[in-house]
């Protein structure tokens, strides 16, 4: 999987955990198996005071094959198909998805 073969929600979605280096993408709506930004998710960015900033300035082109990580977490919001989540970014990779589920849906 390369970031050209994504959709262009996958490729936001990609885009925004990358930027977002650590903390959680909140709330966020997935429709058909793919990210919709509205409405828009709560963003929670994690900074450790005291410290510099780690942030990459890796240049990746449409070519770059993507971190395993990143083909994970599409599989699982494609097997999803619609619903609401939330995503912990690590070191700008994705790291935890939990699903929001209502108490009917996950017995059901």
């Known amino acids: 999987m390369t970031r050209r073969s994504l959709h262009p929600f996958q490729l936001e979605l990609l885009k925004t955990i990358e930027k977002l280096g ?35 300035t890796e240049q990746r082109s449409d070519d770059h094959t993507l971190k395993s990580e990143f083909e994970r977490l599409f599989e699982q919001l494609t097997r999803l198909g619609d619903g609401i989540v939330d995503i912990e970014a690590r070191h700008s990779i994705p790291f935890k998805l939990a699903v929001i589920r209502s108490r009917e849906d996950l017995l059901a």
């Open 22 to 56: 650590f903390g959680r993408i909140e709330r966020l709506c997935i429709r058909n198996g793919r990210p919709w930004f509205d409405p828009a998710p709560y963003i929670v960015q994690e900074m450790k005071l005291g410290s510099t900033s780690e942030a990459s």
